[in-house]
């Protein structure tokens, strides 16, 4: 066991990932020498030469576009995108070729691109640094949307994502990568790519979280328990597909379902999940689905960002008004 | 606020080998000798050529009138433009294609009634891109260039001297995409044929609105050369495509070609060109069509003979009446077909809707090997 960041454990999945195969690479602005703005490729183009991890022109279609067409010719690109609000440029690239092409061509071209991106609030960062765009791609089909909450499940999913046959848009949650947690860098991971995961087991309510707000949820249980609430917490890991199983398991226990994102709650994953939930567990719920997430508001100036972000006062306060309902 | 001027000013002679007049060949001291090889018998190829693939194209806008085809994108008067490029490449380069590109698809063996499936509504692909290494239409302009010009990465790096060709029209040039797919290859020096064909319109806008210089000094900018060349003139699209194909497979990377040709016909079946479209320029292109020009040059050497002519168009008859039986036969694809190859690997979602929809649908699962009884 080595005890790692996330950064660090994504940086070893990449590392594993590179030796395993020769088709991967790993293409993006600043991750070639500088390792990328948050180390995440640290060293890697020392280990594995420029024509394996190289810097691209500053254009993010133009990463998305390029990697595609080194995906027909063979490769398994695995693409930075530097921050979450700088994925739009490449929007056309992911949504309307990358996903689309396997079904366009019937099933004749694969195009097995790993798409990186940190994301989230919560650093102090300016505009377009703090954002959580996953709604956006999770309702194209053709991509897989996964986000990873801890060092030993990044550093399997990464290696996972880029596997995949399928393009994978990888949400890392960028507060969270300086996380640390033991990690066997010689194991594989136990749960497949598109499972959830029970961090917390309990009997009262279900919370189901995310990436950076796992973290928040988890610490928001041990709070309920506290009080004498048990709360069982899902890492969903997965936002397309959705293991909706492991959450229906849940909710048949508990009865009470709450969802915490960083994205705005307006149609966000939290309103699949939640009118999902409602048509299966109908007879199983005991109060409505509770949505916590970000507000129907461009993401805030980080002064004030604090009243944005879901925190474990408004995930107990979620807590409160489901357990209020008889 | 409207567009200042329509005119490009700058003129550039755009470079020509097959003479305006009936006459024989031009010579140019660059690309002359990129043709050499070219004797009668590949005149004559290229002829028929020419006449093949407007005659399907011509079948095509007639299937299309007939309630065959719900759309329809023709190439007329862009016939050389297509014959003399993709007549440049070799089996094992991949071509990039928007969606105007029959006459290159047809020349890199795709069956064409396989073309017409796509705009019948059939498929939103047509034929399998690695069978003939050409991709299927790409609809949002300008989309495929980066794809080209990542693919040319992945050549340089298998150490493989093919190249990767991209062609778009004038309109795509004002996309963002193709901005970055000129200044990828330029700094990764990739092996890309970019390949415009200037049609003169965008739909309806002429090439005055997306540029008031020629367009093949964009290339300029990002380091890469530019070659203008008249799109009318088969063999000169030939030399210089030759010239570009070359150049990128011995490392020099990209090559901007400009095509300057003239899009005979409308945008597609459901425009109306009439609306835009001056009288006398269009007379002006009437006279240079690219089939009569080659013709002057066969006529010059005696070989348009009756019997020649004769033979390339019942070749050009014969493929047509395999178009229109063929697109007539079309087997429509199944209904839960719309659930395959979303996904390389399983989806539970998508298997979850699938089996909604059959089940709604009372479709048989051939998998559970019962199927309805007859009769009922």
Redesign the interface.
């Known amino acids: 066991m080595t005890t790692l960041t996330l950064a660090k454990a994504i940086n070893a999945g990449l590392r594993r990932s590179l030796d395993t195969d020769d088709r991967v690479m790993l293409m993006g602005e600043d991750v070639g020498a500088l390792g990328g703005v948050f180390r995440v490729t640290d060293h890697l183009q020392a280990e594995f030469g420029r024509e394996r991890v190289f810097d691209t022109p500053l254009a993010e279609s133009g990463i998305i576009g390029t990697a595609i067409g080194l995906a027909m010719r063979g490769y398994r690109p695995v693409c930075e995108i530097q921050f979450d609000g700088f994925i739009y440029p490449a929007f056309d690239q992911i949504v309307s070729q990358l996903a689309k092409i396997h079904s366009r061509t019937d099933g004749a071209v694969t195009v097995p691109v790993t798409i990186r991106v940190p994301y989230g609030g919560g650093i102090g960062a300016v505009e377009h640094h703090s954002e959580s765009p996953e709604a956006y791609f999770a309702h194209t089909a053709g991509l897989r949307v996964v986000s990873c909450s801890s060092p030993e499940d990044a550093f399997g999913m990464i290696q996972q994502a880029i596997a995949s046959d399928d393009p994978v848009l990888f949400f890392e949650p960028k507060r969270r990568y300086w996380d640390k947690q033991d990690v066997d860098l010689d194991g594989t991971p136990t749960l497949g790519l598109h499972d959830a995961r029970v961090v917390v087991d309990g009997t009262d309510l279900t919370v189901v979280a995310y990436g950076p707000m796992v973290a928040t949820a988890v610490a928001a249980a041990r709070e309920a328990q506290a009080d004498g609430t048990s709360v069982e917490v899902i890492d969903l890991r997965s936002l397309s597909p959705i293991d909706f199983g492991t959450i229906e398991r849940s909710v048949a226990k508990t009865g009470r379902l709450v969802v915490v994102h960083e994205a705005p709650v307006f149609l966000g994953l939290g309103a699949e999940i939640a009118a999902r939930i409602s048509e299966r567990c109908f007879f199983l719920l005991e109060s409505p689905v509770i949505r916590v997430g970000g507000y129907f508001t461009p993401y805030p100036p980080s002064k004030v960002e604090q009243y944005y972000l879901p925190d474990i006062d408004r995930v107990l306060d979620a807590i409160d008004r489901s357990l209020a309902v008889e | 606020m409207g567009i200042a001027s329509l005119e490009i000013t700058d003129r550039i002679e755009p470079v020509a080998l097959l003479p305006t007049l009936p006459g024989d060949l031009l010579s140019h001291p660059v690309f002359s000798p990129y043709v050499d090889d070219v004797g009668d018998a590949e005149l004559v190829q290229m002829y028929e050529d020419l006449v093949v693939v407007r005659r399907i194209d011509a079948e095509a806008t007639a299937l299309q009138r007939q309630g065959e085809l719900g759309l329809w994108a023709p190439m007329l008067g862009q016939e050389a433009a297509q014959v003399g490029s993709a007549r440049a490449l070799r089996g094992t380069d991949?071509v990039?294609a928007s969606y105007r590109e029959h006459a290159v698809a047809y020349l890199r063996g795709v069956d064409p009634t396989m073309i017409l499936r796509f705009w019948r509504g059939s498929?939103?692909?047509g034929w399998?891109?690695?069978e003939v290494n050409m991709t299927?239409p790409a609809i949002?302009v300008g989309?495929q260039?980066?794809?080209?010009?990542?693919?040319?990465?992945?050549?340089l790096?298998?150490r493989s001297d093919d190249v990767?060709v991209t062609y778009f029209g004038d309109g795509a040039t004002s996309q963002?995409?193709i901005?970055?797919?000129l200044?990828?290859p330029a700094?990764f020096h990739a092996p890309d044929v970019v390949f415009c064909q200037n049609n003169q319109f965008a739909i309806s806008a002429p090439v005055g609105v997306q540029s008031t210089v020629p367009i093949v000094q964009r290339a300029a900018g990002f380091g890469i050369e530019g070659v203008q060349v008249d799109g009318n003139d088969v063999l000169a699209v030939l030399a210089v495509t030759r010239y570009a194909a070359e150049r990128a497979r011995n490392g020099h990377g990209p090559t901007f070609i400009e095509a300057v040709t003239y899009r005979m016909g409308p945008h597609t079946t459901s425009d109306d060109p009439t609306r835009y479209r001056d009288a006398e320029q269009f007379a002006v292109w009437k006279e240079r069509d690219p089939i009569d020009r080659l013709l002057r040059t066969l006529e010059h050497r005696g070989l348009a003979t009756p019997e020649m002519l004769a033979g390339a168009e019942a070749i050009a008859a014969a493929i047509a009446t395999a178009v229109r039986s063929g697109c007539l036969a079309t087997v429509e694809p199944a209904p839960e077909s719309i659930f395959?190859?979303?996904?390389?690997?399983p989806?539970?979602?998508?298997e979850e809707e699938r089996a909604e929809f059959v089940a709604y649908h009372g479709i048989p699962d051939p998998t559970a090997g019962d199927s309805p009884e007859a009769g009922r």
């Open positions: 991949f990039f498929t939103h692909s399998n891109p690695f299927t949002v989309s260039m980066l794809q080209a010009v990542g693919y040319g990465m992945g050549i790096r298998d990767a963002g995409d901005a970055e797919a200044g990828f700094s395959e190859n979303v996904y390389a690997e989806h539970p979602l998508l």
